[in-house]
């Protein structure tokens, strides 16, 4: 690797961690103000399929909007969690639970680093246990090269398959959102979990335009039904909300270049 390639990286890697802790701050002050009147009412506990429960984070907020959802997936008593909402939040704890009955966590998957996703990964490694009765194992793809972020992390990558009974969980690296992003296609049900690279109401905000742009493209090739993203209702038009992101954004892009054309700027 050469010199100048380590510095970009580097200079990637803190306004990463400048823009997450801002973003980490301003949602913190604001986590416990009640979702806007205008979003659509999610319930605690929805079982989205036979083998699929959404869990809300019990987090609403400017960013989280009604919450995080998180998921749990399979199809005996032998779950895997998608995603862990915030740090320090017994109220979500309890839901999760509630909706687990008596199955037990096989592993945390995370989406990415978002302290709203991986944030209750210590709560929930600390209430739970596998069915053979050790910590649950956190999965995620490494944030930098050569960097493993936190040690409770399992490095996972594009094509990881996670499987319990007849679920398939297929790993998908989408970056954009962040640099470490991932969905996760249930391949039996067609069932893509988006995490923040698509969300169920509104746009969402990305690190990279050019990557973003290239996972975006790359999940409208995938044959899934129905998206189950990591804020809002769920979507029953995989193709179609795709597709919506998709002229979203290149409409804006060409907002853009109009403008810097009228007043002058050539490229």
Known sequence: ???????????????????GFLQYQYSKRFTKRKPRDDLTPIEDITHI?????????QNPGPFTLQGTNTYLVGSGRKMFLIDAGEADNLRYVDKLKEALDDATIEGIICTHWHH???????????????SNGKIPPVYKKKLIAGKSGQE????????????????????????????????????EEGILFSGDCILGEGSTVFENLTDYMISLRKLLQLTCKVICPGHGPLITDAKGKIEEYIQHREKRDEQIMDYLRQVGCYF
């Open 116 to 130: 709203d996703h991986v944030g209750g990964c210590g709560a929930v490694r600390e209430h739970f246990r596998t």
């Open 1 to 19: 690797m050469d010199y100048l390639t380590l510095i970009r990286r580097y200079v990637d890697f803190i306004t990463t961690c400048l823009l």
């Open 49 to 57: 399929t036979s083998n699929v429960i959404r869990v809300l984070g």
């Open 152 to 187: 409770i992390y399992e490095n996972i990558s594009e094509g990881h398959l996670f499987k319990q009974d007849d679920v398939t969980l297929r790993v998908i690296e989408t970056k954009g959102h962040t640099t470490d992003h991932i969905s996760i296609l249930y391949e």
